[in-house]
């Protein structure tokens, strides 16, 4: 069976960024958030984005109407009906989402009993420990999506300690339906990505401010000498200064190295809601760029 | 003997049913992939009937369709078994056919193997053969590609002037479009003139959303504006046809867009639409310039000034022309479009009967040019269906 809908619980960055690029797929999308104001974030969220691709002339006014007529906006669960892949996105607070998946595997087991997989988009969690309440703890993954979602083409795929292989299989062929290469990793914390990046921010902000370079011939350095996409800031801001700091304090917990430690400057950016591209600010100011992450020159 | 002919979009399917040529019924299956597929359903001499299903896949949809034609209210069939051949529309076929073939595995994977460059267009294809071999196995199915025409082409007219290993290592190279189209019109207006078509050298412009033109130089296609894909040739409706290749690569660095961004504002933000900036429709854009738009106008002056110059092109590779043919929906209806294009090209032997295109009746084929015309100019109406069905039913009866 081809995979045609999928439900997202949680419509902040990521999931409203899951439900767009598999709508932008010709995938059905019910997105479901627990309070109103979610849904309008992830609703403005979404159409922020189209128009943007829209100016950029990577679509067209009627295939923004087709992507966004794909995508179902609900506060109620139930209203989902039968899925072939059930998506978590909500913040990364372990009992939360061991609570949630329980529920959802209630709900989607009377509907959808033989074929639906549950996917977390946990970027630090163990998904062993996500399944925790779980009756089928074989059908949960974990499926890493990095924002912006439609644009970035690889998906972290990790198993837990009771993931089947037909689980994989089936999120495989969901990151194939979405264009993306999926990588496998064991449920280490960071998995790749995180674990190498986190110490490369922290590494370029000693730089910075131990006076060796500026924050943008740091990175001017590292994309042109070594084809970075971004310079490790940009990259940071990009990411999410908050999501950066989170990922530090999880990986300095779970393993220790003075490399994962939190910096006090992205501390202190995050408390005065300096996000990085999201909020318009972070290391770099974007408040005049064309909202495609490209910082004020 | 009963033809059903199949043309398979990614999310829809074109069907009609002949007995020879005589078309039984006709419809459209939109939408599939959701739970509000529209079918509409058209019995010859009768009215159209509309319904809304839940269609997931191409198989099913073809169910549906194969339901309706034996249906006892809007049905023109006693029984599904009386359909004897299926003729299906095949966009790509590549080198590895050129001419319509009998389906037969070996066929079906060569037409997969054509996927690599025909990503859009073969898969849905391929989903109405397999659709067909499951639903009616022991009827033989025919592929009808719309390349196969272009295949005469000499080399000189379809290599392009990059590295030789390109050609060899991703078979890229001119393949032209619209070839059912292309053959059915020559054919037709060599009938209109009275004269074999092999002893013609006929200029067909197939002029639509798509548009190509197509040099037919005694019965074989040997030059066409179509390239690799589509995307070559006339401005079209929203894709920008022939262009300095410096041009989007100048663009991709200054706005840094991506492949993806690029070739959707080459094939879905230029062409007409992006010129006038009002609409890829021609009649909108005619109106808008009747009524003084400046850039509805430009628009309008560029695409046929460019179809002006494939013409002469064309005549040029013929050593001349005995006819020029207008088809699809622009080709048949814009008396605009027609009467800009061959402006002043008497040189060449072209002499538009002005009245004669402005009063041409819709869906009739005429002749349009003056007497004196030593090129004449004709209007046929293209009938891709019809030319699917001609030849599945040659092929199945040669069998």
Known sequence: MEIRKIAVFGGGVMGAGIAQDAAAHGLEVVLVDRVEEGLAFARKAIEDSLNRELQRWGITGSEKKIILSHIKFTLNPDDVGSADVVIEAIPDDLAAKQDLFAQLEQQFERVCPDSVIYVSNTAVLPITDIALKMIHKDRLVGMHFLAPVPSIKLVEMVRSVHTSEATVDRAKELARRLDKTPVDVLENPGYITARLVVPLINEAIDLYQEGTASKEDIDAAMRLGFGFNKGPFALADQIGLDVVLGWCDNLFHELGGRKYRPQAVVRHLVRKGNLGVKTGKGFYDYSASDGNGEAKK | ?399
Do not use: W
């Open chain 2, 1 to 399: 003997m009963k033809v059903l002919v199949l043309n398979c979009g990614s999310s829809s399917v074109k069907y009609r049913l002949y007995n020879d040529d005589e078309q039984l019924a006709e419809g459209l299956l939109e939408k599939i992939g959701t739970g509000e597929a529209q079918l509409n359903h058209t019995v010859t001499g009768r009215k159209k009937e509309v319904s809304v299903h839940e269609i997931l896949e191409h198989r099913t949809g073809i169910e549906l369709i194969l339901k309706t034609l034996v249906g006892a209210d809007k049905g023109v069939l006693k029984s599904i078994d009386d359909i004897q051949a299926v003729g299906h529309r095949v966009v790509h076929g590549a080198e590895a056919f050129s001419q319509s073939t009998l389906i037969t595995p070996e066929v079906v994977a060569k037409i997969e193997e054509c996927i690599d460059i025909a990503p859009l267009h073969n898969p849905p294809n391929l989903a109405g053969i397999y659709a067909i071999s499951e639903l009616l196995p022991k009827v033989p199915q025919v592929a009808v590609f719309d390349t196969a025409f272009h295949q005469t082409m000499p080399e000189r007219a379809y290599m392009y002037a990059i590295p030789y290993v390109f050609y060899t290592q991703y078979h890229i190279r001119k393949y032209g479009f619209h070839g059912i189209s292309h053959q059915y019109v020559s054919r037709e207006a060599a009938s209109l003139l009275g004269k074999p078509l092999e002893d013609l050298r006929i200029i067909t412009c197939h002029l639509g959303n798509g548009s190509s033109v197509t040099a037919v130089d005694h019965g074989r296609s040997v030059d066409s504006s179509m390239g690799f894909t589509p995307l070559e040739g006339l401005p079209m409706g929203t894709r920008s046809g022939d262009i300095d290749p410096a041009v989007p690569l100048y663009i991709m660095g200054k706005e840094e867009l991506n492949l993806q961004q690029i070739n959707a504002l080459l094939n879905k933000h230029s062409g007409v639409l992006g010129i006038s900036g009002i609409s890829n429709d021609f009649r909108t854009v005619e109106e808008e310039a009747s009524k003084g738009d400046r850039r509805a106008a430009l628009a309008l002056e560029v695409f046929c000034y460019r179809l002006k110059k494939y013409i002469g092109s064309y005549i040029a590779a013929m050593n001349g022309a005995d006819a020029v043919v207008f088809t699809g929906g622009v080709g048949e209806n814009s008396d605009i479009v027609r009467e800009m294009a061959t402006r002043d090209m008497e040189f060449l032997g072209l002499e538009l009967d002005r009245e004669k295109n402005r009063t041409k009746k819709r869906g009739e084929a005429s002749e349009i040019s003056a007497p004196s015309s030593r090129v004449k100019i004709l209007v046929v109406p293209t009938n891709e269906e019809l030319l699917i069905a001609r030849d599945t039913r040659r092929i199945v009866t040669a069998g």
